[in-house]
């Protein structure tokens, strides 16, 4: 069984920074796919930021040149770096992890919340 623990979180001033960290724990040989999303009460869960086991990377338009997302392979972690956060970031972030081998699963993180303040 893997499991997804989510650290990072709080409340920061607009214009401050966070940084995330989402570690996968169980017996995982390789992740494929390890995201993050945020979800506001009442809303759909949307993707923030995501990288592949090669490094490639995407954002959401609103977060690009703000947001960094890293993984350590080797430590089947991924990393959310938040720069210059803005009121409308403010949500509950999950990760969520794609483990390839030895059994092929799709994993989510309990959320960490996210406030901003004007």
């Known amino acids: 069984q893997v499991q997804l623990v989510e650290s990072g979180g709080g409340l920061v001033q607009a214009g401050g920074s966070l940084r995330l960290s989402c570690v996968a724990s169980?017996?995982?040989?390789?992740?494929?796919?390890m995201n993050w999303y945020r979800q506001a009460p009442g809303k759909q869960r949307e993707l923030v930021a995501g990288?592949?086991?090669?490094?490639?990377?995407n954002y959401l338009d609103s977060v690009k040149g703000r947001f960094t997302i890293s993984r350590d392979n080797a430590k089947n972690t991924v990393y959310l770096q938040m720069n210059n956060l803005k009121p409308e970031d403010t949500d509950v972030y999950y990760c969520?992890?794609?483990?390839?081998?030895?059994?092929?699963?799709?994993?989510w993180g309990q959320g960490t919340q996210v406030t901003v303040s004007s």
């Open positions: 969520r992890v794609g483990v390839a081998s030895p059994t092929r699963g799709d994993y």
């Open positions: 169980g017996t995982i040989f390789s992740i494929n796919y």
């Open positions: 990288i592949t086991r090669g490094g490639t990377t």
